[in-house]
């Protein structure tokens, strides 16, 4: 009998808490830089957060987890006799996955024999999530490493991570906005669809524009539809500091699709750093 697959991800991926204890799915935090202050994103109280974050002067900042913390998590894991697969976020938006390659070579060279693999999302947030959750069923079914990789890896191909956005400031001045760049002068009340994915490189692309949140919100159910037909539909909508909204937009999409699963998350602090104010984000795929 092989080992027993343990799947790691990050808190970009926003997993609930209850489908990681489920899975026995590992959680690495990403961090937060406030005022100074280097908080691992799990630590970060939301309601002091969502006031730095609309100060446009002093934005709070983000990093990966460091060499050192992966290495820990990943050590432990192994030598309790698990193989690891590591679920990280799009390497077009992040260092975490050029990261953890490297912490894969080193537990490798450390400790002979250990099963590590490393997949990159090209995504975020519920996309990834849904990334995370259908490895860690395949893993929890008795899959082994490298069939637990083979789901992960179709799974990259079929997930949308789809975005609204109020303005472009924050994910350009994070520098993870060069394919919206030259939307970011448009005028303050436009709102901006983005989408992150395989398709885009793992990068925020632009998709289409609305003049108000409502039409936005309506242009963003439309691509969607136009995407996945009258297939089931796999859905994560993210709360950030606009849960009324999140939640009407969950309603919607109950409304219009046919749901096999519809998440409604609490989102990455790191995220909504990058995001800005007001955004709306929605993960999904469609059943073959």
């Known amino acids: 009998m092989g080992k027993k697959v343990t799947v790691v991800t990050d ?25 100074g202050k280097d908080y691992g994103e799990m630590q970060e109280d ?18 990966a987890p460091s060499i050192g913390e992966f290495l820990e998590s990943w050590r432990e894991l192994v030598l309790a006799g698990n193989d690891i697969l590591y679920v990280a976020m799009s390497s077009g938006m992040s260092m975490g996955y050029n990261i953890s390659l490297q912490v894969k070579k080193l537990i490798q060279d450390e400790l002979p024999g250990s099963g590590v693999e490393v997949v990159n999302s090209y995504s975020a947030q519920a996309a990834q999530m849904f990334i995370v959750i259908e490895a860690a069923r395949a893993a929890a079914d008795g899959a082994s490493l490298s069939g637990v990789f083979e789901v992960a890896s179709n799974m990259v191909r079929k997930v949308n991570q789809l975005y609204l956005l ?21 005028p303050l009340s436009t709102k901006s669809i983005l989408e992150l994915s395989s398709y885009t490189g793992g990068l925020m692309s632009p998709l289409a524009r609305a003049r108000t949140r409502a039409k936005g919100i ?3 159910l439309d691509i969607m539809g136009e995407r996945v037909g009258d297939r089931k539909l796999h859905v994560g909508v993210t709360i950030g500091d606009v849960p009324g909204d999140a939640e009407l937009l969950k309603r919607r999409i109950a409304e219009r699709f046919r749901c096999a699963e519809l998440y409604l998350i609490e989102g990455s602090l790191i995220a909504d750093v990058h995001d800005g104010p007001g955004a709306l984000r929605v993960g999904f795929y469609a059943e073959d």
């Open 11 to 35: 808190t970009i991926a926003s997993v609930p808490q209850e489908l990681v204890d489920r899975y026995g799915i590992s959680v690495i935090p990403f961090h937060i830089i406030v005022s």
């Open 166 to 186: 109020d303005n472009l400031h924050n994910l350009v001045e994070g520098g993870r906005g060069d394919k919206a760049r030259l939307w970011e002068d448009v």
């Open 218 to 220: 309506d242009k963003l």
């Open 46 to 63: 939301r309601e002091r957060f969502y006031l730095c974050n609309r100060d446009r002067e002093n934005l709070p900042k983000t990093s």
